[in-house]
């Protein structure tokens, strides 16, 4: 096996493995002789711990930084602002191009050019999507963009986006390759470009974290290289990466800009229902009526109080679930900060003889949005808050009642 001293590598304790570090770490005890590290901490080297008789470690400050540097913060940004880093690696033009077109015209999105300055980040819900297309960005892999941001000054953003030789492979599902600059392992997942959008539009709220935990472990792409496995072989025996649902839906989400700013919701109940069209006001005034019923198995009827915030503005008027889920900010009160679900009366809410309003997920599953009957709405949104149930049992709620479904069969009820 040929050696690459500029690779950085970890100390990883499983031979056969290729590093977080994205080096290789040699099958059989004889190559892969890792030293541990003092406080038994893993380092990053440069180079095999033993190859051949020869140690060939040098530890990672000593290694020359191949790539440009990533833009410092601007002047007068004083807090931090959240967002993603999409960088281009080993990916061919055509693919590249496939990718943007999928995630959209993203609110925030920043082309990087060489030797200028980032932006200071604008919009009612400051946000920022940096895209880095430069030519010596080709083949980096996710240890080297983590060393790019460990500049000083740098933007660190809360995930990391590259589009690699997998993502040219594979035409139906673009998947790129991700990690997050705060996971010291850089544990590396794949998400879709249409999941990675719709995650990107809601990276400012709180549960941001879990949201990444999430697609972390629906899309572990951690590389194992058996002895004479090649890459490409790795790709193949890869799970589905997070989102590939919706690559393959019908209608996939896609965001595009609204024709005027949108007004930013604060969540301030525990359950949200916005009406996004306003051609039957008999009608809506029905769903609101049945959104807030109580649940038939209180005991107290008389007890029931309110818990759905009902937001009834024109300016929301023909908007997307993809533009008011990127404008929905969660109250800082954590007792009325609302779940992570956003519920919509759209069209088909005012004509649908089932009276179903689209509900779209603002964590875990985001972008998956799914119909729901009206008058669950209010109960979904109790029992979320009080962790009962979560967002999943709500997709697969059949008119029959809570089922495991096969994702054929989900498709089949959402519609796609």
């Known amino acids: 096996m040929a050696v690459d001293p500029q690779r950085t590598v970890f100390w990883n304790p499983a031979p056969g493995h290729l590093s977080r570090g994205g080096g290789f770490v040699l099958s059989g005890a004889e190559n892969a002789d890792l030293r541990r590290c003092p406080h038994g901490r893993p380092r990053r080297f440069v180079g095999v711990a033993r190859y051949n008789g020869t140690d060939l470690y040098r530890p990672r400050e000593e290694a ?14 004083t807090g931090r602002v959240p967002g993603a880093l999409l960088v281009r690696g080993d990916c061919d033009d055509h693919a590249w191009n496939d990718v943007l077109a999928r995630m959209g015209e993203l609110p925030g999105m920043v082309a990087h050019t060489s030797g200028q300055p980032l932006p200071l980040a604008q ?9 880095v297309q430069d030519p010596a960005w080709r083949g980096a892999d996710p240890a080297e963009v983590a060393q790019a941001l460990d500049g000083t000054g740098a933007w660190v953003p809360d995930l990391v986006l590259i589009a690699d030789r997998g993502t040219t492979r594979d035409s139906d599902l673009r998947p790129l390759m991700a990690f997050r600059p705060s996971d010291d392992e850089l544990y590396r997942f794949r998400v879709t470009p249409r999941q990675a959008a719709m995650t990107y539009l809601v990276v400012h709220r709180p549960s941001i974290e879990h949201t990444l935990d999430h697609h972390a ?15 490409e072989d790795w790709v193949d025996s890869l799970p589905e990466p997070m989102g590939d649902v919706l690559e393959t839906a019908a209608s996939p989400p896609l965001y595009q800009p609204p024709a005027a700013p949108l007004p930013v ?9 916005v009406r996004t069209d306003f051609s039957d006001d008999h009608a809506w005034a029905a769903l609101v009526a049945d959104a807030d019923r109580p649940d038939p198995w209180i005991e107290t009827p008389e007890d029931h109080q309110s818990c759905v915030q009902i937001v009834d503005d024109p300016a929301f008027a023909g908007a997307t679930p993809e533009q008011v889920m990127a404008i929905v900010r969660q ?20 004509g649908d003889s089932d009276r179903s309003v689209l509900a779209v997920p603002l964590e875990d599953d985001v972008g998956w949005s799914f119909r729901l009957s009206v ?13 009962n149930t979560g967002i999943e049992d709500w997709m697969n709620h059949l008119p029959d009642g809570p089922a495991v479904i096969t994702e054929k069969e989900m498709r089949s009820v959402r519609g796609w």
């Open 265 to 273: 919701i604060t969540q301030n109940d525990w359950g949200l229902l």
């Open 217 to 231: 472990k629906s899309g572990a792409a951690e590389i194992e290289l058996d002895p004479g496995e090649s890459y």
């Open 64 to 77: 020359p930084l191949m790539y440009p540097t990533l833009p410092p913060l601007p002047d007068g940004e």
């Open 331 to 350: 109250n800082e009160d954590e007792e009325n900060g609302g779940t992570d679900v956003v519920v919509i009366a759209d069209r088909a809410s005012m």
């Open 123 to 131: 919009g009612p819900m400051t946000r920022r999507l940096l895209v």
């Open 375 to 387: 008058e669950n709405v209010g109960s979904m949104a109790v029992n979320l808050f009080l962790a």
